[in-house]
């Protein structure tokens, strides 16, 4: 498949792009720089320079797009130009190019500030807008919200819950570039929000099981 990754140098998303590219899809990793192309060219993927949040640069690399994977992240700074105008901007460019899936990398309290540090509170408002305006599109989706992330090695194991809380805890970004991997696939769930932790179930066997 022909897949585009926001945030695509990014701590998860690079780990995506090599991912998806060693699976053998056809892999287009966006970045806002560029200083950033050779990190996702040495993953595997083609970079393209892109500024989320303005929507004019987005149509023509989405416009080939199969899925897209929205991965970006502010790092704490303009949470409400990056994590909610930007991953607002990319849903619209998926919509009108057609884009057969997207698939959104969240965050576990998203929309609800109130579950997580005084300190995230603005970026877990911004997430939850982001994550409702992608509900609201005519796009198949599914959003992915794991908690804390470690640069611990992975372990190909985790716990989801679509209609449950789950406890906090950690996961390490490998598991969750893994995941969002998993959620790309046809077969794969849609229409979906999630939440994600460490544990005991592999990683594609948890995600096909939330599609029975």
Same mark, same amino acid.
């Given at each position: 498949?022909?897949?585009?990754?926001?945030g695509a140098?990014g701590?998860?998303?690079?780990?995506l792009?090599?991912?998806?590219a060693?699976?053998?899809h056809?892999?287009?990793g966006?970045v806002h720089s &560029?200083?950033?192309?050779?990190r996702?060219? +040495?993953?595997?993927? $083609?970079?393209v320079?892109?500024d989320? %949040?303005?929507?004019?640069?987005?149509?023509?690399p989405?416009s080939?797009?199969?899925v897209?994977?929205?991965?970006?992240g502010s790092?704490?700074?303009?949470?409400?130009?990056?994590?909610r +105008?930007g991953?607002i901007n990319?849903v619209d460019?998926?919509?009108d190019?057609?884009?057969?899936r997207?698939?959104?990398?969240?965050?576990?309290?998203?929309?609800e500030? +109130?579950?997580?540090?005084?300190?995230?509170?603005d970026?877990?408002?911004?997430?939850?807008?982001?994550?409702?305006?992608?509900?609201a599109?005519?796009l198949?989706?599914v959003?992915?919200?794991?908690?804390s992330l %470690?640069?611990?090695?992975?372990t190909g194991? $985790?716990?989801?819950?679509? %209609?449950d809380k789950?406890?906090?805890?950690?996961?390490a970004?490998?598991? $969750? @570039?893994a995941?969002?991997a @998993?959620?790309?696939t +046809?077969?794969?769930?849609?229409?979906l929000?999630?939440?994600?932790?460490?544990?005991? &179930?592999?990683? $594609?066997? @948890?995600?096909?099981?939330?599609a029975?």
């Amino acid at each position: 498949m022909k897949i585009l990754v926001a945030g695509a140098a990014g701590a998860i998303g690079n780990k995506l792009v090599k991912e998806l590219a060693d699976g053998g899809h056809q892999v287009t990793g966006l970045v806002h720089s &560029e200083d950033k192309v050779a990190r996702v060219r +040495d993953a595997g993927g $083609v970079p393209v320079v892109a500024d989320i %949040t303005d929507k004019s640069t987005l149509r023509e690399p989405v416009s080939n797009a199969d899925v897209v994977v929205f991965a970006a992240g502010s790092g704490g700074k303009a949470v409400g130009e990056v994590d909610r +105008d930007g991953a607002i901007n990319l849903v619209d460019a998926a919509q009108d190019a057609g884009v057969g899936r997207f698939v959104m990398l969240s965050s576990m309290a998203a929309g609800e500030p +109130d579950r997580g540090p005084d300190e995230l509170r603005d970026y877990l408002v911004a997430k939850g807008a982001a994550d409702d305006y992608l509900r609201a599109s005519s796009l198949r989706h599914v959003i992915v919200r794991p908690t804390s992330l %470690t640069d611990d090695g992975g372990t190909g194991k $985790v716990r989801i819950a679509a %209609t449950d809380k789950l406890p906090s805890g950690e996961i390490a970004r490998s598991d $969750v @570039a893994a995941t969002l991997a @998993a959620c790309t696939t +046809d077969d794969a769930p849609e229409n979906l929000t999630f939440e994600l932790i460490a544990g005991e &179930e592999p990683i $594609v066997s @948890a995600v096909s099981s939330l599609a029975d």
